[in-house]
C-alpha cells in the first residue's frame, strides 16, 4: 500500500481520513462515550422496568430484585448504571449548550468536556454515599 | 443552492422545508426536547430511588403508588422511552448500512422501545390503584 502510494501519488490516497489518523482528544472520546451511554441506558431500562414490574407483582418478586442489588454484579451494574445516567445526562446539557451555538472556543469546549466526566464521577460517588447513607438509617 | 433549475424538488417541497423524509427537523427537535426534560425528571428519578433503597415491599409499593412519584415515573418513562427510541433510531442508522439489516434493527428499536415503555407504565399504574 505504501510502496503503491510512493509510484502512483494519484492511487489509494485516503479521500476522507477516519478516526485512526486524528489524535484522540478528550472532546473526541467523550462523544464517542456520549453515545456508548446513551446505548447502555437503552438497555438499562430493562433494569428499571425489571424493579418496577417485581414490586407490582409482590413480595416474592421483589424479594428477588432486592436479593440481586445486594449481590456484587448488582451493585456494580447498579453504579454503572448511575454513573452512565449522570454522565449522559451532563453530556447532553453540554450539547445542548453546543446548539445553541456557545462553548465553541478551544478553551470552553475542552473546559466543558473536563466538566462533564470530573462531574459524572463526582456526582456518582455522591448519590452512592447519600443512598448508603439512607439505607444505613432505615437499618 | 435552493434556486437550481435542476433541483427535483418542486417549488412547495422547497417553501415547507420538509426534505426528502418529509418530517424536517422533527426528529431532532424531540430528540432535544426530551432531553430537556429528562433533565428534571432523572434527578427526581435518583431522588425517588434513593428514597426506596433498603426498603421492604410494602413502603417500595407505597412510595411508588404515590400521586406524585406515580406521575413523575409515568413522565420520566414516557419521555426516555421516546428518547431512546430516537437516539438508537440514530445509532442504527450510522452504523448499520445493510438495507434489510436496518430495516430490521430499527423495527427491532421500535418495539423494544415501546414494550419497555408500555411495560413500565403498566406497572407504575398497578402500583398506583393497587389492583
Do not use: C
Not at chain 1, 469546549?109 to 452512592?128: D, M, Q
Not at chain 2, 433510531?89 to 419497555?116: G, R
Amino acid at each position: 500500500m505504501m510502496a503503491e502510494a510512493k509510484t502512483s501519488r494519484l492511487k489509494d490516497r485516503p479521500l476522507s481520513p477516519h478516526l485512526q489518523i486524528y489524535k484522540p482528544l478528550l472532546t473526541m472520546m467523550m462523544s464517542i462515550v456520549h453515545r456508548i451511554t446513551g446505548a447502555a441506558l437503552f438497555f438499562g431500562m430493562l433494569l428499571l422496568v425489571w424493579v418496577l414490574i417485581a414490586a407490582a407483582a409482590g413480595p416474592n418478586a421483589y424479594a428477588s430484585v432486592q436479593w440481586f442489588m445486594e449481590t456484587l454484579l448488582g451493585r456494580l451494574i447498579l453504579f454503572g448504571y448511575t454513573w452512565a445516567l449522570i454522565h449522559h445526562m451532563l453530556g447532553g446539557i453540554k450539547h445542548l449548550i453546543w446548539d445553541l451555538g456557545y462553548g465553541f472556543g478551544p478553551v470552553e469546549r475542552e473546559w466543558l468536556t473536563v466538566a462533564t466526566l470530573v462531574g459524572s464521577i463526582g456526582f456518582t460517588v455522591l448519590i452512592w454515599i447519600v443512598g448508603y447513607l439512607v439505607m444505613g438509617v432505615l437499618r | 443552492m435552493t434556486e437550481d433549475h435542476r433541483s427535483m424538488r418542486t417549488p412547495l417541497g422547497r417553501v415547507l422545508h420538509l426534505g426528502s423524509a418529509h418530517h424536517g427537523t422533527r426528529v431532532f427537535w424531540h430528540q432535544r426536547l426530551t432531553a430537556v426534560a429528562n433533565v428534571p425528571l432523572t434527578i427526581a428519578l435518583i431522588v425517588i430511588i434513593i428514597g426506596l433503597m433498603g426498603r421492604n415491599h410494602a413502603a417500595v409499593v407505597q412510595i411508588l403508588g404515590s400521586t406524585f412519584v406515580a406521575l413523575t415515573m409515568l413522565l420520566f418513562i414516557v419521555t426516555s422511552a421516546y428518547h431512546m427510541w430516537l437516539g438508537m433510531q440514530v445509532i442504527i442508522e450510522d452504523y448499520v448500512h445493510d438495507e434489510n439489516w436496518k430495516l430490521v434493527s430499527l423495527m427491532l428499536n421500535t418495539f423494544f422501545s415501546f414494550a419497555v415503555g408500555l411495560a413500565a407504565v403498566f406497572a407504575v399504574l398497578k402500583l398506583s390503584f393497587g389492583l
